[in-house]
């Protein structure tokens, strides 16, 4: 089984800023880890993902993420918030094993508010 | 190359009432999936297929059918709408490479059921 735990619902920043969005997974399997980012009445857009290869994984848009498996963890971090960042964002787990092979599981999301 | 796109955007349905969501994708892709949104939840599952005339169960399948009866569209049916599906239903289509996969979202259709 895998699940995803995002441990803010709501994070608010001001411009310029930096911004940390966590998540922490677990999976019975190697995961595949991924975060989306989701803009007010629009669909999913990839940021970025972790597939086994370097653990820092850059996206687009300034944002990284670091896969710490110690830790179960593969949190969210942008340098300077801009106000276009302002969204909602998704960390999404995926095993490669077992009977769950590629099914996506989905972290409750974390809304990200960006103060001029 | 429209990558995932998803019709209608936007549909109000009364209880009862049937309808069919089409998502078509033009990346050759095998896989297909119907998610929905609702607040606070994420995404859950609802149905996704493998490749062409093969469809399986997600997580919440119950009110729902789909098809998949040609490669580049997959259908999710309402056979008698509730209240309770009314949400934001996103299709994704993927391949797997070297057993790495990753999905692409179309835009979303909103339904609201009455």
């Known amino acids: 089984a895998q699940s995803v735990t995002q441990l803010d619902s709501h994070v608010s920043v001001s411009e310029g800023t930096p911004v940390l969005l966590r998540c922490n997974y677990s999976?019975?399997?190697?995961?595949?880890l991924f975060w989306y980012v989701q803009h007010p009445n629009k669909g999913l857009q990839l940021l970025l993902k972790?597939?086994?290869?370097?653990?820092l994984v850059k996206g687009i848009n300034g944002f990284e993420a670091e896969f710490k498996k110690s830790e179960t963890s593969f949190h969210l971090t942008k340098p300077s918030a801009h106000m276009s960042d302002a969204a909602e964002y998704f960390c999404v787990v995926s095993v490669k094993g077992g009977t769950s092979y590629g099914k996506l599981t989905f972290g409750q999301g974390t809304i990200l508010t960006v103060h001029p | 190359n429209a990558g995932v796109t998803q019709t209608p955007k936007f549909r109000v349905l009364k209880t009862g009432q049937s309808m069919t969501l089409l998502c078509a994708q033009d990346?050759?892709?095998?896989?297909m999936y119907w998610y929905r949104q609702d607040p606070g939840m994420g995404l859950r599952l609802i149905h996704y297929?493998?490749?062409?005339?093969?469809?399986a169960k997600g997580e919440v399948p119950d009110g729902y059918n789909v098809s998949r009866l040609k490669k580049q569209n997959f259908l999710l049916g309402l056979e008698s709408a509730a209240p309770s599906q009314t949400s934001v239903y996103f299709c994704a289509s993927s391949y797997r490479d070297r057993g790495q996969e990753t999905q692409y979202f179309g835009p979303g259709t909103r339904l609201l059921v009455l």
């Open positions: 990346m050759n892709h095998e896989y």
């Open positions: 999976s019975s399997y190697s995961p595949s």
């Open positions: 972790y597939t086994s290869a370097a653990t």
């Open positions: 297929s493998v490749g062409e005339g093969t469809t």
